[in-house]
T-cell receptor
């Protein structure tokens, strides 16, 4: 069975601070995919990134960066110089080839960026 | 390019009524998924469908819930005899190929069901 744990339920920062959202996953499969989605207050789910288990290169996209470490089964997400518009719930998710279609989501981290 | 389209966005039903939620996948996508988000919780997989086929319904409640994806038209998630515990956000997602290939699935904006 797969499991995704997002340790932080809520994080509150002041604008321009850097913030890291942690994600730890569990799976026995060697081939798997990791995702981050953003759910702003309006409710929709916005895809941010997908990473496969064979690619441990870190990725940067603007103010967003992701740190994938297989040794610790973690896929952490950092927002640099946070902005109020970053306030949202962020979900980490995992899918494995042997489970076909399922995405297993973490419980989400509510990020609040205060002006 | 239209994304995944869900309607209605908000639906209110009285206990015992039926709820029908519709989902039109992104153009070119033939795989549809439904997820449920209960209040203050993460998303839970419900069902995975291709045109005219249910591929994986292991996350569907055994009773009152059904889903279809006909040859023509949108995918429908149907909840019969709704109860208060069915109040949730229901998200539809689609992908061009099955998730087993690792393709990203894109979500719609969700349908919020409130049972009163």
């Amino acid at each position: 069975a797969q499991k995704v744990t997002q340790v932080q339920t809520e994080i509150s920062v002041v604008e321009k601070e850097d913030v890291t959202l942690d994600c730890v996953y569990e799976t026995r499969d060697t081939t798997y995919y990791l995702f981050w989605y953003k759910q702003p207050p309006s409710g929709e789910l916005v895809f941010l990134i997908r990473r496969n288990s064979f690619d441990e290169q870190n990725e940067i996209s603007g103010r967003y960066s992701w740190n994938f470490q297989k040794s610790t089964s973690s896929f952490n997400f950092t927002i640099t110089a946070s902005q109020v518009v970053d306030s949202a719930v962020y979900f980490c998710a995992l899918s494995v080839v042997t489970s076909g279609s399922r995405l297993t989501f973490g419980e989400g981290t509510q990020l609040t960026v205060n002006p | 390019n239209a994304g995944v389209m869900q309607n209605p966005r908000h639906l209110v039903r009285r206990r015992g009524q039926e709820a029908r939620l519709r989902c039109s996948p992104m153009k070119g996508h033939s795989h549809v998924y439904w997820y449920r988000q209960l209040p203050e919780e993460g998303l839970k997989f419900m069902v995975y469908l291709q045109k005219e086929n249910i591929i994986d319904e292991s996350g569907m409640p055994k009773e009152r819930f059904s889903a279809e994806f006909p040859k023509e038209g949108p995918s429908i998630l149907r909840i019969q005899q709704v109860v208060r515990g069915d109040s949730a956000a229901y998200f539809c997602a689609s992908s061009p190929l099955g998730q087993s290939s690792g393709n990203t699935i894109y979500f719609g904006e969700g349908s919020w069901l409130t049972v009163v």
